[in-house]
């Protein structure tokens, strides 16, 4: 199989994998729909079911960089916004990793990436912070075990 396929360990069809391909360059489904030989209403399904995938296998790559993350920290609901980048730079310079972020950076990151997660300065409910060794801060809600 060429690299342009889904390819049998990916989580696209070959299928899928043709319409994204196509849509990228710009064409419409109804165009996708006579190139491939199918209707436009099959182009739908196929690109709402792959975008799904991508969308599940982002979120997998995401949690596994999490695990594999040399410094994780757990911020309990009810804590302050402003104390966690001294949480995030202690622990990272415990483990030799240097953020190329400031304060402030950390802070407009948690509010972007999990903005439900609070409320003013508060947060609302227990999050997971961890720092890869490349110094790329994630931050997730955390999951009951």
Known sequence: MDDESGGSDSLLTD???????????????????EILGTTRSNVSILEKRALHNVSRARATLRDWTMIQAPVSIEVPAGTDLFEVPD?????????????????????VQIKSKVPEALNKRV?????????????????????PE
């Open 15 to 33: 299928r899928q994998a043709a319409v994204l391909r196509l849509r990228k360059k710009g064409l419409s489904q109804q165009e996708v729909a």
């Open 87 to 107: 949480l995030v730079f202690s622990e990272a310079d415990r483990s030799g990793i240097k953020l190329g972020i400031g304060s402030v950076d950390v802070v």
């Open 123 to 143: 947060i609302v409910c227990d999050l997971v912070v961890a720092v890869t060794e490349d110094g790329l801060l994630l931050v997730r809600e955390a999951v």
